[in-house]
């Protein structure tokens, strides 16, 4: 078996509403381009709530990192802060307009958690189940060859094995097999 090095990504930004929005989709990218999808919309989540809890609370500054890191069958999303104060859970009341944020990343994670980082500061983390990508890729037919089902179509306008169209949402042009670029960086 050949195992699969880590892949790490590492954003620094100061916490603002304008760059949470940026990280989120560099974030979602970067889940694209190790073909892990089905963690875009939990990872953006997570990585929005800590860092509009950096935004809200951190002190004395609003910089912080954010690593991605794909390990094995992991994904580890954690935000670093120069603010020593740990983080605490709090019960909102069902009007409340905030203190949800811990609460939602420890609903869509299948664990989180906090740690000092010295010489100040901290780190917030959680981690979802990430499916090995060479499984969960979808077999793609050879270009030019006849589809198995009879219907003499062409590859590229079959289907996957799940069923799902391969010319959907890309007004019959197949996309799935673009080269794989570089995520874009936060300027």
């Not at 740990?86 to 664990?111: I, K, N, Q, W, Y």
């Not at 090995?132 to 037919?141: R, V």
């Amino acid at each position: 078996m050949i195992s699969q090095p880590s892949r790490h990504c590492t954003v620094e930004l100061q916490a603002l509403p304008s760059r949470i929005g940026q990280v989120r989709r560099i974030v979602s990218a970067q889940l694209r381009y190790w073909h892990l999808d089905p963690l875009i919309d939990r990872a953006a989540l997570g990585v929005t709530e800590l860092l509009t809890n950096v935004h809200r609370h951190a002190q004395p500054d609003k910089m912080c990192t954010v690593e991605i890191e794909l390990l094995l069958d992991r994904l580890t999303v954690s935000v670093h802060d120069h603010d020593p104060r740990m983080p605490e859970v709090h019960a909102a009341d069902p009007f409340d307009t905030c203190g949800r944020g811990l609460a939602m990343v420890e609903a869509v994670s299948e664990s989180w958690g906090v740690r000092a980082e010295e010489p100040s500061g901290k780190v917030v983390w959680f981690t979802l189940p990430a499916v090995s990508p060479a499984i969960a890729l979808p077999a793609y037919p050879v270009h030019g060859s006849v589809a198995g089902d009879g219907s003499g179509k062409i590859g590229c306008e079959g289907t996957y094995k799940d069923g799902r169209d391969r010319a959907h949402r890309t007004g019959g042009r197949d996309t799935s097999r673009s080269v794989p670029g570089r995520p874009a960086a936060v300027s």
